[in-house]
């Protein structure tokens, strides 16, 4: 099994800015993709960013130029930078992990319980 936490939302000023962290810990034989996805009421659940093992990234188009995903694979820890926020970015942010371990030996995909983000004035 893998636990996701995640850290680092809270309230935050348009035009501010917030790092996001999240943590997998559990017996992991491998994470394949880690990422970032966000919800906000009355939304579907949306992709924000993702990033590989090696390194590969993705980004949602509000987000690009803004946010900018890391990983320390050691760590098997993902990082979220946001910059210059704006209120539309606010959500519950959650962390996303694909990811294979001893009982689940496939990719299986494993999430955070969320952290909010608010951008507001």
């Known amino acids: 099994q893998v636990q996701l936490v995640e850290s680092g939302g809270g309230l935050v000023q348009p035009g501010g800015s917030l790092t996001l962290s999240c943590a997998a810990s559990g017996f992991i034989f491998s994470i394949n993709v880690m990422g970032w996805y966000r919800q906000a009421p009355g939304k579907q659940r949306e992709l924000v960013a993702a990033i590989t093992s090696p390194g590969n990234t993705n980004y949602a188009d509000s987000v690009k130029g803004r946010f900018t995903i890391s990983r320390d694979n050691a760590k098997n820890t993902v990082y979220l930078q946001m910059n210059s926020l704006k209120p539309e970015d606010t959500a519950v942010y959650y962390c996303?992990?694909?990811?294979?371990?001893?009982?689940?030996?496939?990719?299986?995909?494993?999430w955070g319980k969320g952290t909010q983000v608010t951008v507001s004035s």
């Open positions: 996303h992990a694909r990811g294979r371990t001893p009982t689940r030996p496939w990719d299986y995909d494993y």
